[in-house]
């Protein structure tokens, strides 16, 4: 490929709306362009990117036996309607009618697709396990997109269906998929972590997401540094902390005048307490209905988990009118103390003793409060956000949070959609089973920034050998210069017939504007062919990673340059 053909229109400043240094690299390379809020067209460079990230996700995909389909983007309602889901994502679902008035959505996912496409001809037990994935657009009308390909409304996802007999069956479909993507992600060069996980309204009960971790991530992520502990922030436990349990005997309890103190802040101050001596109590209604959550003071409600210990499939904070009518008291002043609504409390409030909590009576607070005395929870659970610090539920070494860009996820769904869309089969015995099910999915574009996150300097891109858009860019510092033109030329056509992705910079430039989009757009090795070096008879090879420069015999560069490719 010639530079001055090569359509990558670089750009010298940041374009204002790119805040993450692979959205900005992105733009700035030539890679991408976009189209509307979420929506980008791929450039050449940044297609050819993908497309290796594809090749590697399909490699590994057949690895442990996927077969490839293509399944529509246009999704018929009915298959929403009969697994209950046509609602369940309100406005982030892209809807369409045909002209025949009929209703249809983009496909922001595949599952009751695929159940419908395999159902009527999935029949026996000996057809399994089934493992089907299709590398696809896929739709989400994101609130709020950003970050390039991270948050995208439009983007490009290698989902994976598997289909088994049992349990044991979609276990072993988990895991093969699990460690492929191990693979996967390393062959991109991306350090990515698998991390447990919630699987939230998707139904199943295990599931790991892979993070990577960076700063521009939208996930909380806890690990631990001494095992390999590690969970979104959703699902993270928290091993039991030291009990703040004071020795102290119970206190009488005592109300006092809190006049408009209504956070832990506020009260700790006003009061001179620890926010560890405070208990937090929190008016949710759980499928509208009214219920007290409690957590010490100085942690943090975990919604997730409040919502998987009641089971309720709306969880949301009450309004000031259903507190008012709950506590007798505005916000701020809620405590279990004569709740008359079902209290549920995280294990180290019961370990409390003479707390602080809301009096449930406008401007007061009440000391000294004793669960078993005072209150009582109906339930007592793990529902606090764990937090850098706690102890590791595996090893008790404490917990570091970082934030992490999720690149995929797998998933173990059971019979949620097979039992909804009635997909079955018939075992041995003739007896009809539904079909266990597993989903796996891959962000295409997101893995790709992902690496961009992970492998740039100041002055652009350093693509990892694998996926980078081409391998070696042959720059002539000036093209005038007959020598340096005719080498230039010989060693372009000597890589390209040892099959190597070559760019040669045919551009009349200043060796400057060259070399910066060579470093911009991220070549992992250039090839410059300048007077010195030939004096020499030789050309000199730098390497995009580590910068590292070698001066290499014009006659050897074919072959130099074939290993430094062949080492990845
Ligand atoms: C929707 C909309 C958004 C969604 C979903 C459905 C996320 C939805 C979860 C998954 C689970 C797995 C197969 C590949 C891997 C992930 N956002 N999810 O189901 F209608 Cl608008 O997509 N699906």
Redesign the pocket.
């Known amino acids: 490929m010639l530079m001055s053909q090569l359509y990558a229109p670089t750009l010298r400043e940041t374009p204002a709306e790119a805040e993450l240094a692979s959205h900005r690299f992105m733009l700035r390379a030539g890679l991408i362009r976009r189209s509307a809020a979420g929506v980008y067209s791929f450039l050449p460079l940044g297609l050819r990117v993908i497309r290796k990230v594809e090749a590697i996700i399909r490699e590994e995909m057949s690895k442990i036996g996927g077969q490839e389909v293509l399944m529509p983007i246009v999704q018929p309602a009915e298959l929403w309607h009969a697994t209950g ?1 046509w609602n ?2 309100g406005d ?2 892209f809807r369409l009618v045909d002209r025949h008035n009929r209703q249809f ?1 983009l496909g ?4 009751e697709l695929i159940t419908d496409l395999i159902r009527s001809e999935v029949r026996s037990y000996r057809q399994l396990p089934l493992r089907l994935y299709q590398i696809q657009n896929k739709y ?2 994101e609130i709020r997109p950003r970050f390039g390909l991270i948050r995208g409304r439009e983007f490009i ?1 290698k ?1 994976m ?1 598997s289909f088994d007999r049992d349990e044991q069956g979609l276990d072993e479909s988990y895991w093969a998929c699990y460690h492929a993507y191990e693979r996967i992600f390393a062959r991109c060069g991306l350090d990515a972590r698998p991390v447990e996980a919630d699987s939230g ?2 139904g199943g009960d295990v599931t790991h997401e892979f993070m990577v971790l960076a700063d521009a991530g939208e996930d909380l992520v806890l690990y631990c540094t001494s095992c390999e502990y590690a969970a979104n922030v959703e699902r993270a436990e928290a091993g039991p902390v030291a009990s703040a349990k004071a020795a102290g005997e119970q206190l009488p309890m005592e109300e006092v005048a809190t006049p408009g103190t209504t956070t832990i802040q506020e009260i700790t101050a006003f009061l001179g307490v620890e926010a560890t001596q405070c208990i937090k109590t929190m008016i949710y209604l759980a499928d509208g209905e009214p219920v007290a959550a409690l957590v010490r003071g100085d942690h943090e409600l975990n919604e997730v988990k409040l919502q998987r210990l009641l089971g309720c499939s709306q969880l949301e904070l009450a309004d000031p009118e259903t507190i008012a009518q709950v506590t007798n008291a505005p916000v701020g002043f809620a405590g279990p103390v004569g709740l008359a609504v079902p209290i549920v409390a995280d294990h180290a409030v019961l370990e409390m003793v003479n707390a602080v909590t809301g009096a449930n009576k406008a401007d007061y607070h009440v000391k000294n409060v004793n669960v078993g005395r005072d209150f009582n929870a109906d339930k007592a659970a793990d529902i606090r956000a764990a937090q850098p610090g706690d102890p590791c539920p595996t090893c008790g070494a404490p917990l570091t949070s970082a934030w992490g860009i999720e690149v995929g ?1 797998v ?1 173990k769904l059971g019979t949620k959609y097979s039992a909804a869309l009635k997909a079955t089969f018939l075992d041995e015995n003739g007896k009809e089973q539904p079909l266990i099910m597993g ?3 891959i962000g295409v574009g997101r893995t790709a920034a992902a690496v961009i996150e992970q492998n740039h300097d100041e002055h652009g891109i350093c693509w990892p050998m694998s996926i980078a858009p081409y391998h070696v860019i042959v720059v002539p510092v000036s093209v005038k210069d007959e020598q340096q033109w005719e080498t230039a030329q010989a060693i372009y056509k000597a890589l390209q017939d040892a099959q190597v992705e070559v760019v040669l910079d045919d551009r009349d430039e200043r060796p400057g504007v060259k070399f910066k989009d060579a470093d911009l757009i991220g070549f992992p090795i250039r090839i410059t062919v300048g007077p010195k070096s030939l004096s020499q008879g030789n050309v000199e090879v730098t390497l995009r990673k580590t910068g590292d420069r070698t001066e290499v015999p014009v006659h050897q560069i074919t072959e130099y340059v074939v290993n430094i490719i062949s080492k990845g």
Do not use: L, N, S, V
């Open positions: 889901r369940d994502y982030e679902m959505c922001p996912t595949h599952e989400r009308d996802m989902d269906y309204a998707i996820q998933f989903c796996y999915g």
